[in-house]
Structure formats: C-alpha cells, structure tokens
C-alpha cells in the first residue's frame, strides 16, 4: 500500500476504473464521503480518488465501498526503488492502452458499418430491393456490440438506481432497433420493394412500415468519437509524471576504492562517490566532494544563470553539469530526490483538481428520468385512449428517438475537434473541454520569466570599453578566448562576439578556478573573468569600467572583465535577453481582464528589472522561488479568490502548471511542462497565450450553444412527439437536423484568426 499518515489521518490514492462520465465520479465521491471519518476527492480526468482516512476504516474497506457502488478500485502500487519496480506502472499503462485500443475499434468498425445505412436510408437513389434487410445485417453489430460501453454502463447505473447519459443512449438505440426489427418481422417494413422517403409532416400513424436502423447506428458512431477523443485526452495525462522521472540520468560513475564503475542510478545508495563529467546529468542528489565547476539548474530552479558549485556545496539529480569534473557524495536516492518530489508535486496538483462537471452530464441527472416518465406515459395514455399497442408504440418510440442525445455527443467533440483544428494551425493545443471552461473564469496569469517572458538563452547584452579601446578589437580578442572556455557565460560572450565579426586566434589556454580564463591571443596576452583576476596582475578596473560592473551587478546581471597587455580594456555584461513580443503579449492579456504575474526563481533585481521592460507591476513580481514556492504562490492567489492561469516552459514550473485553474507550456520548453499543462503554445510567443484564451473562450461559447440548441429542441420536440403528431420517421429526421446544425455552429470556429 502507498500510503501516508499525519495528524489528520492517513492519506491514500485508489486507482479507478469504470467510470464513463463526471456524474460516475461524483456517486464514488458520495459513497466514500458516507464512510465514518472519510473525506475523499474524486477526479473523473486522472481516474483517481485521493482520500484521508482515519483509524475506524481501512484501505480495504475504501476499496469495497467503491465496489458496492458499482466500480473498481485497486491500491496503487509501492514507490519504485529500482528499475524492475516498473512492472506494476507499466501493467495499468498497458491496460489503459488495451481500453483506448478497444474504443477506437469500436469507432473504426462502427464508422464503417453506419455509413452505408445511413446512406441508404437519406438517399432513395440507393434503395434497392430488399435494401432494409441489408440496412438490419450491417446496423445490428453496432448496436449490439459497438454500443456495449454504453450497454453496460447503463446495467451498472440501473443495478444502483442511477441514470445516465449511457441510459438514454442505450434506449433510444435499443428503441429504434427493436421497433425496426418488429417493422420488418411483423410489420410492412419487410416487403421487398418497400421505399423510405422522408415524410416531414406532422400526422398520426402506425409506423408500421418505417424502420429507424440510421437513427441507432448513426448515433452509437457519433457518441463513440466523442468517448474515444474523452478517454485519447485521458490516457496522456500520466505522461508528464513519465517524462519527469525520464529526465534523470540512467547509470553513473561510482567510485570504489579510487576506481570507476559504471552501474544504473537505481542501485546507487546514500553516501556513496560518484564522478560526473562536463555536459552530463547528475545522478542524484548530493554534496561536492571534489572538484569546481558550474551546473545549470534552470530546469529544476528557473534561474537562466548557471550556478558555480565547489567543495561542499550541494547539487541535486537531473541538473547538468557544465564544465568540470565533480566527484559528489549522495545524500538522496530514489523517492527522496528533489526530482522525485517534484514528480509528486505534479501529481498531487492534477489529483487534487475540482473534477469539471460537464452541462450535458448535469441536466442529464433530471433530463433523462423524465424523458423515461414521459415515454411511459405516452404509451400507457394513447393505449387508454383506444390507438391500440401499434400507435401507442408507435408514439412511445417517436419521444424516445426524439430524446436520443445525437446532438449532445456531437456538441461537444465536434467544437472541439474544429476548435483545437484551427488552435493547431495557429500554434495552440487545447488538450480538452475541462480547459475551455477554466478558460472563461480566469482574471490573473502568472508567468515564469527564463523561457517564457525570456529568451532563456545567456547572450552577449551590453560591452562597455574603456576611453580609447576599440569595441570591434576587445570583442575580437576577448570572442576567441571564451571560444575556447565550455562555461555558458563563455559561450555567450563568444557567440556574441563572433556575430560581429571574425575571433582571434588563441594558444596556451589556461583555465583560472573559480575566477576566469586567461591565454595568449594574436599576440596578446589576455584575461576574460572576474575582477579579482586582472586585480591579481595589476589591471585594476578604472572608474568608468567599475561603475558599468557595479550596474551592471545591481541589476542582476552578470558581467565580466576583459583586460590585456597589463591593463584593463572593457566590461563585458552577459544577460537572458527579454523576448522582443513579450511587452505586446502582456498588454493583450492586460485588454483581456487578466492580472499579470511575474514569476521566477531568479534573482529580486533581475526580476523587477525584466516586470519593468514588459509593463509588469513591481507589486506583481515574485523572486528567488523554488519549485514548491511556485506552487504556494498559485495556491496563495487561489486562495485570494483569484482564477489563476500559469505559463511557463521548464520543469520547474511542472507542478505549478498543474495546480493552476489553467496551464499554459510554450512548446519550446520541456515535454514535463507541456504534458502537465491545459495547453500547449507551439510557437514559443507569448503573444499566442492571448490567442489560446480568446479561442478557447470562443470553443466553449460554441458548446454551450451546441448544448442550449440540443436541450431546446428536445423540450419543443418531445411535446410534439408524446402527442402523436410526431411520427418516428420525422423524429428521426429532426434528430439528424439538429445534428447538422450543431456541425454547422461548430465550423464558425474555423474563421477565427490569430492577432499576430
């Protein structure tokens, strides 16, 4: 059992299966919630309960409760402590691909056997002799088997007195498949020859010779493409715990007895000596022991400057290291890292998500009972009134077609189809309805500054040169000795130089620890670092040249001294650049009522500097935040009353991501930060946030007319139908009708254009 306990009680996660809609999420919460000292959270998207126990219950009695009501529950397996532990994730992995599998094939071999009854039934043209008794051959597998899910989804919620989505579909097909089949056996429908035109009137009659075979497999095709796309949006939710724990490195150097053996980090264990070299990853978490060198933690703290790390200083797993040797001493394994805490920080956010109650599975919980009363009703009123049982029924099954929820299933997957179509196309992914609905609630995004309001990337800012220096010469001289350094302020001195123009050449090339480079380039011998190491050979910085490092240094940039011949020559400041869209991009959230937050684990001048160029408030910044705290921040303004959406791009903001109402990863940063997010800015601009919320509000207001056009032409249709003066046939025609112009109102979406 994965469990934890504190004063409060002892905290566990079920892993659920069976349920097909919000509604099944909610019956599990209420049952666990009657449980004596229980309090559970139940999330429909990651299928998952989180509950707090006390001492009177038992996992096992969680488990049973969840069985009573008519699904599954299973404990989750123990944390992995070695890489043979990964048998029990990959089974639930493997069992929700055969699930997703099964659905698309139900939705391939439905789709296939529907098109051609649906066109013979819509087309005359296609009638031929003895055409409905093919119509029956090919409608019968998808009723029987392809509607299955929703069979005996509808069994399960009849045996616990619940009502359903999947009941109403289940009825309304077993319906208009069983009078077709009586029309045909015993009624006129079986006659070779027999034609079925539409007839869009209103009037009584048998319905003796109609036969309604489109009407029941068009419908299961439409709703298994809205549940396949559901569960395709489901199955990647685990992915960014995944591609979190893929991040770290996967075997290591350990040092026994000075020599060098390389085996998986799984079997690494808490005091051990491990050798990691220049561009790897750090196996895991520990103190330097030997060695000095600069370790880019951008991915796990946010701050774009690499970190300079001696004797004694510590490093955690998965930060890479960027230049020299280290010899380190682990003081965390496995579950206890700083990745791996994280990786759990992710999944507490998603778990702990407010399950999204969709319209359609809310008014479901009345809609559908009373469609039943008024169906019951209808047969037993026209049979009291001498129609007989053929028009009684004929009735009957003209308020069950009508009722059949064809627009409902469309509402929602075909907005979102055309919607997250035209989102692709601009450089957006919305991963689902749940995200359009935070969407419309959202008045404060926050924005992680290294990636996102950034470029991310070190680059050459500012060259200050002393009086009489020529900057071409100092960038020529200076360019080619970081050439040949592999530290990233280095390279972003050397890049820079080189872009304006060609770089010396350098020979005896000595690296000064912890202070700098020093060589001989052209001629000269040069020194590139820290004020210290020109100090150290009589270059002191004049006055000018020390108030540019000074400013630079006070407003969190990094800067570095160039000196050569024995006298100092120019400053040098190194900074991530702010990206040149970001000021623009914020004014368009400002002019859609969102709150801008700033971000960072960098440091407070640096931060308050970047809030000033883009039109951020200084009130508004929020520095030198770890992973954890950037979580806290979201939870603070949540807790303010405040919708908050989150953009960012690295691992650290993962969790932050997903605790947020609303997640947005630009594309260019880590799979972590995306898979956790609600949606994906392919582009990297930050401009195309603006565009993501104002499409996504624009999908959601077309579901929710989708949805009021569905519901409105049930409540005008089912009147018509319970008073026979709707036969099955024009229900049938109706229902199709309202299918079409729920398409129709959802291809609007794709006359949406990007702002860029």
């Known amino acids: 059992m994965s469990a934890t306990t504190d004063a409060t009680g002892t905290d566990v996660e079920l892993l659920l299966t069976g349920m097909t809609c919000a509604s099944c999420a909610n019956r599990i919460e209420r049952k666990l919630n009657k449980l004596d000292g229980v309090s559970a959270t139940v999330n429909y998207a990651t299928e998952k309960a989180k509950v707090t126990f006390g001492d009177t219950v038992t996992p096992d009695d969680l488990v049973a409760a969840v069985e009573a009501a008519g699904y599954g529950a299973t404990l989750p397996p123990p944390p992995r402590s070695s ?297 037993g009123f026209w049979l009291g009134s001498g129609a007989g049982v053929s028009g009684a029924l004929t009735a009957m099954v003209a308020v069950l077609i009508v009722a059949c929820p064809c627009a409902l299933g469309l509402a929602t997957p075909t907005a979102l189809m055309v919607g997250t179509g035209r989102g692709a196309q601009l450089g957006m992914l919305i991963k689902g309805p749940e995200v359009l609905e935070q969407t419309r609630k959202v008045d404060t995004v926050v924005l992680d500054k290294t990636g996102t309001v950034t470029t991310g990337e070190m680059s050459l800012a500012e060259t200050h040169v002393a009086v009489g220096e020529s900057e071409a010469e100092v960038l020529r001289l200076a360019g080619a000795l970081e050439d040949a350094s592999e530290h990233p302020i280095a390279r972003a001195v050397a890049d820079g130089a080189r872009a304006a123009g060609e770089l010396g050449t350098v020979e005896d090339f000595g690296n000064v620890e912890g202070l700098g480079v020093q060589g001989q380039v052209d001629g000269h011998a040069v020194l590139v670092g820290r004020p210290q190491l020109l100090a150290e050979l009589s270059q002191q910085l004049p006055d000018d040249l020390q108030r540019a490092f000074d400013d630079a240094s006070d407003r969190g940039l990094t800067a570095v001294a160039v000196g050569w011949d024995g006298r100092a020559r120019a400053v040098l400041v190194v900074a991530d650049r702010v990206k040149d869209t970001s000021a623009e991009a914020i004014q368009q959230l400002r002019d859609l009522g969102l709150r801008p937050v700033l971000l960072t684990g960098d440091n407070e001048r640096v931060a308050r500097t970047v809030a000033g160029q883009v039109g951020i408030a200084a009130e508004d910044v929020f520095a030198e935040v770890l992973p954890s705290d950037k979580v806290d921040v979201v939870r603070r303004l949540q807790t303010e ?116």
Do not use: C
């Not at 609600?678 to 996504?696: E, H, N, Q």
């Not at 569905?710 to 299918?739: C, H, R, T």
């Open 83 to 379: 890489a043979d532990d990964a048998a029990p994730t990959n089974a639930i992995e493997e069992e929700a691909e055969r699930d997703l599998r099964s659905l698309r094939n139900r939705l391939v071999v439905s789709a296939l056997l529907s098109v051609p009854v649906v066109a013979m039934a819509m087309v005359p043209a296609l009638q031929l002799t003895n055409w409905q008794w093919l119509s029956l051959t090919l409608a019968a597998p998808v009723v029987v088997w392809g509607a299955f899910p929703f069979h005996r989804a509808t069994w399960v919620n009849l045996k616990h007195g619940a009502a359903t989505m999947d009941t109403l579909v289940t009825m309304g097909t077993t319906a208009a498949f069983g009078w077709s089949v009586w029309a045909l056996f015993w009624g006129d429908a079986g006659t070779p020859g027999m034609k079925h035109p539409f007839e869009l009137t209103i009037e009584r009659s048998s319905g003796s010779a109609n036969i309604y075979l489109e009407a029941a497999a068009g419908i299961i095709t439409f709703i298994l493409l809205g549940r396949y796309l559901e569960h395709r949006s489901k199955r990647n939710a685990g992915a960014a715990l995944r591609s979190l724990l893929d991040l770290g490195a996967r075997d290591v150097s350990i040092l026994r007895d000075g020599v060098e053996h390389r085996i998986p980090v799984p079997q690494l264990a808490v005091d051990d000596l491990f050798v990691t070299r220049p561009g790897e990853k750090i196996a895991t978490d520990g103190v330097v022991t030997e060695g000095r060198s600069a370790v880019d933690a951008s991915m796990l703290t946010g701050e774009s400057v690499p970190v300079e790390v001696a004797v004694g200083d510590p490093v955690a797993g998965a930060t890479v290291n960027a230049s020299g040797r280290l010899v380190i001493r682990a003081t965390r394994v496995g579950a206890d890292t700083q990745l791996a805490q994280m990786a759990r920080l992710v999944e507490d956010a998603q778990t702990g998500k407010a399950a999204v109650q969709r319209l359609a599975d809310r008014i479901s919980g009345i809609f559908v009972p009373v469609v039943i009363a008024v169906a019951v009703g209808t047969f």
């Open 641 to 756: 009353g405040r919708v908050v959406a989150m953009i960012g791009d690295g691992v650290n903001d993962a969790a932050a991501l997903a605790q947020a109402d609303l997640g947005l990863a630009m594309g260019t940063g880590t799979d972590v930060a995306i898979e956790s997010s609600d949606l994906t800015l392919v582009r990297g601009d930050l401009r195309v946030a603006a565009d993501a919320i104002r499409l996504s509000r624009s999908t959601l207001g077309i579901i929710r007319s989708n949805l009021v056009w569905a519901f409105g032409y049930n409540v005008a249709a089912i009147p018509l139908a319970a008073a026979g003066l709707l036969n099955p046939m024009l229900a049938g025609a109706a229902m199709a009708f309202s299918s079409v112009s729920v398409v129709g109102n959802s291809l609007r979406l794709k006359r949406f254009h990007s702002s860029l």
